[in-house]
């Protein structure tokens, strides 16, 4: 299926990996538990080989103690419910996968409020690249990879502050790794002199905030995104 569409069941898939379509996951078809049978538990079954099979290492070329698959697109588009179904059909498949959010590893309120005083005051507010801890996620990353105990970073929205982390054992065979900016590269420097909205208009209007997240794209995202083993993107309907 890679390099086209393909259509399994009557649905479309539509995956992209590196920019191109890849198959795997049918849109629209439900995850079937162990027992259970028909289109859904075929689709997400070749889902499951397909995430864990060789074509997800050649991006990198040191060898890692588990593959790092992330999943990537605009926020509410399911990218934690498939990760979630994901990994229940890896398990189905033999294999051990954990589930990292990117949301997981926000700042803590207190972390946020240095940055919003000393850069600018948008960055109190979550989101943007520079208000995720990118070294706690890639301690987390390397952690699973190796025998052990291992904290998964846990955020609540609901009290917008970190909350009490998921404990699993190391090491997993694949780690599924979802956030909405996953991959993003910084942008030329000439692009950021015009504001793109009316937040950047109204709140940024020097260009502070948005130049600053421009360079932690540039800096410790880089490298959080360098160990990425594969990128799937997302295409919702549209």
Not at 32 to 50: C, L, V
Not at 83 to 89: K, P, Q, S, V
Not at 104 to 127: C, I, N, S
Not at 167 to 188: K, N, S
Request: charged fraction near 25%.
């Amino acid at each position: 299926a890679e390099g086209g569409r393909q259509r399994q069941g009557g649905a479309e898939q539509g995956l992209l990996l590196g920019g191109g379509p890849v198959g795997g996951i049918v849109h629209g078809a439900p995850y079937t538990p162990a027992g259970g049978g028909g289109t859904g538990r075929a689709a997400w079954t070749s889902a499951a080989s397909w995430y864990s099979g060789p074509r997800l290492r050649p991006r990198t070329r040191v060898r890692r103690a588990c593959p790092v698959t992330s999943t990537a697109q605009e926020p509410g588009s399911g990218k934690s419910t498939l990760a979630a179904a994901l990994a229940r059909a890896l398990e189905l498949e033999g294999l051990s996968a954990a589930v990292l959010s990117l949301d997981d590893v926000y700042r803590t309120r207190a972390e946020r409020e240095a940055p919003a005083r000393t850069v600018h005051p948008l960055l109190r507010t979550r989101g943007p690249p520079g208000t995720h801890d990118v070294s706690l996620a890639e301690r987390t990353l390397v952690a699973l990879g190796r025998p052990g105990a291992v904290e998964l970073p846990q955020f609540d929205k609901a009290t917008d502050d970190r909350a009490a982390p998921e404990r699993v054992t190391g090491p997993v065979d694949i780690v599924l790794f979802e956030g909405w900016c996953l991959g993003v590269p910084p942008q030329p420097e000439a692009a950021l002199a015009e504001p793109v909205n009316a937040l950047e208009r109204e709140k940024d209007a020097d260009g502070r905030w948005r130049a600053f997240v421009n360079a932690q794209l540039a800096g410790d995202y880089a490298r959080l995104w360098g160990r990425l083993d594969a990128l799937v993107m997302l295409q919702a309907p549209g």
